[in-house]
């Protein structure tokens, strides 16, 4: 794509080319994320987009410099590589020790062909500095309301000197050097004004899938979400022969709270609850899967676990909730569980038989004298 071939300038192309790169990126990316939603791969998004982005800047990176190591042009994608850079410590957040540096900078010098010049080391410092720069501006200011000053602040200056490196080393002229930096200015700038847009578009995406999924009050799973991860779950426990675990409980005499104390009274009781829950599952095994599926009544999946083994689980929940006392501005209120536990069996045929099995421990706690676990 140069002049002569589609009277298209270089820069021009440059742009479109920066722009198919990071897009590509964000389809890849997002189609990994579904997936591993899909699938219900037990990593965060965060850790997928930090891995995925290092990676994939990485081979972006060493494949656009293969093709002229030691050349005296060596110098002329640097624009995309600094680029890299700023994606993965700016955009993707993603930090590095800074025991790893050296380590880095040196696999990449030996690849470069650059270890016997002193402009190399230069440049290799200064790209550190930029790096860690880049790390700080996010950690400080990207929530801002001039966090795009504080970006092009830092990206400016930054660019200029790694330019000046490469100016003392490839000796080309200086207005090559001043048109290098302004195009790396403009690519910054339209780099910060793409990637805002892009990632706001998908932390809104990511607000609304949550509010589709989660209990706004408990910050729990909600119904729909609990249906979609029993069926998983269900054909997973039937195709594998691995165990699968419900327990379901509700708290006792709830509609006695909201209509002796009001209905904020009930909402600080369910939201006390659902914490004290998440406390011992963190304690005790996070994968655990927490919902709210009605007023107030609450479901946990246990992928791997027998009906003993969740109830080992179920009686820690059961005796902390014992132990909570909910203080009202004017009353305090003493709360207590009713629970039934159940396992997969052979002849369920559907979630619904299993989900049903474990309703029905659980009004056999209500039926006689509520405060307590059945297991069947």
Known sequence: MT???WQVP???SSIFFILGVFTLYWVTFNWLDSWCHRHHVGIADDVINGWYGVIYMLVFVFSMQTPILGQASAWEFMN?????VIFCAYFLNIHI???LFPPIILAYMIFNQSLGYWQSWGHAITLVAF???MNWIRRWHHNQRYAWLAYMGVAIPFGGLLWLW???KFDFSWQTFQEEWLYLVIFEMLLYVYVDMITHDGEQKIRLARLASHDTLTATGNFSAYTSDAEFYFKESLQSGRPLAMVMFDIDHFKQVNDTYGHSAGDAVLQQVATTVKRVLKRTDPKIKFYRTGGEEFNLL??????QQAKVVATAIFDA???LTVHTEEQTIQVTLSMGVSTVVATDESPMDFYNRVDQNLYYSKQHGRHQITVA
């Open 97 to 99: 020790s800074y025991y």
């Open 80 to 84: 995309f590589q600094l680029l890299a």
């Open 302 to 307: 246990f992928p791997g676990y027998d009906a």
């Open 166 to 168: 490469m100016k003392f």
């Open 321 to 323: 909730i014992n132990q």
């Open 131 to 133: 790096f860690i720069a």
């Open 10 to 12: 270089p820069f021009v």
């Open 3 to 5: 002049w002569s071939q």
